[in-house]
């Protein structure tokens, strides 16, 4: 497994991370099983483990302190995040001092650790100003619950802010941005990789499978299941009817191809394709099961030509999301009418 360094941080990680989001209760799959999943990674060569407190309201985090335990928690760099609601309460969420400070706390006692070695703000909060978060973020380092900090699917435009901010009234800075990015969602090209590159932000990224579109299992419209699974609760991502997933569905039709011919599975092409961009440091994996691990793993060290990067370039251009109902964050004046008209 090849490392790279973290956003300046001085920490090494595995361009693999494992993603805990599918553990804890989100999927059928058992805790017992799940720690398994966790030390077959580490066993592999992967350092880098990526949870959050969302995730199965919690349930991730202790899973994962789970399998930390016994003097493993040292062989890893543990990331979690907060934001995402974790109560009916409005204040039980959010990047306020007040929420992040509480959700800091609760996902080290879950975790079965007295610090976290990368603590990310899990979205970006419009009622709270960047320096009362940036202020909170910077005491968690000070404090050393946190090594180092960073955020999830924060537009350009804000971590610039953010890096602004920082410089000027003296916080911690940012060192990671942890965005969306795979063969179907290619918009982070434009803005947020290159100012990850201009500030030497770390980039972990997520979803490089899209959701199970560049799974393999999906050819055609007939292999989409609306009824069940994230077919039935989120149909925006994965309708076929919908242009947006009609552009997908072609576009995973011609990437199967281009996957056969270069000798491999669409997987495998997929995860090498985020790896070889030179902003990204790691790419979250997210497995189910101890094969889905597996099959990911032997793809670890494939590298894409020059030929078949530029035949994914005239299947889905440099920049492009094919569906822009497939991200989790929209500015509030595109949703709330009343934000931009008098």
């Known amino acids: 497994m090849r490392r790279r360094i973290l956003g300046g941080t001085g920490i090494s990680v595995s361009d693999h991370a494992l993603g805990a989001m599918m553990f804890g209760g989100l999927s059928d799959t058992d805790d017992d099983e799940a720690v398994r999943i966790i030390h077959r990674a580490m066993d592999a060569g992967i350092n880098f483990i990526d949870t959050a407190d969302v995730y199965s309201t919690g349930g991730s985090e202790r899973v994962v302190g789970k399998a930390l335990k016994g003097g493993r928690r040292d062989e890893v760099v ?7 609601p974790m109560g009916p309460d409005a204040n039980q969420g959010g990047n306020s001092r ?6 800091l706390e609760d ?7 007295d610090h976290v070695d990368l603590y990310q703000v899990h979205r970006p909060d419009p009622d709270t100003d960047i320096d009362e978060t940036l202020s909170a973020l910077s005491d968690f380092v000070r404090s050393g619950k946190a090594r180092a900090v960073g955020t999830s699917t924060f537009p350009a435009e804000q971590l610039v802010e953010a890096q602004w901010a920082s410089e000027r009234r003296g916080h911690v800075r940012l060192r990671t941005e942890q965005p969306h990015y795979s063969l179907l969602a290619r918009g982070v090209e434009r803005a947020v990789l290159p100012t990850a590159q201009k500030y030497g932000l770390g980039v972990l990224t997520w979803g490089p499978l899209s959701a199970g579109w560049l799974s393999g299992r999906i050819r055609s419209a007939a292999d989409i299941d609306l009824g069940q699974g994230r077919g039935s609760v989120e149909r925006h991502k994965f309708d076929p009817a919908l242009p947006g997933n009609a552009r997908k569905l072609e576009a995973v039709g011609l990437l199967a191809k281009l996957a056969e011919e270069a000798g491999l599975p669409l997987p495998h092409l997929a995860t090498a394709f985020v790896r070889a961009h030179p902003a990204i440091t790691s790419v979250i994996l997210g497995p189910r099961t101890m094969d889905h691990l597996d099959s990911l793993l032997t793809g670890a060290e494939v590298t894409l030509s020059a030929d078949v990067l530029d035949r994914i370039d005239e299947i889905v251009p440099p920049g492009t999301d094919l569906n822009a109902d497939d991200f989790y964050f929209t500015p509030p004046p595109l949703t709330d009418a009343s934000l931009r008209r008098r």
């Open 78 to 84: 543990l990331a979690t995040k907060g934001h995402l």
């Open 98 to 103: 007040r929420w992040l400070t509480r959700a």
């Open 107 to 113: 996902s080290l006692r879950r975790l079965g650790t």
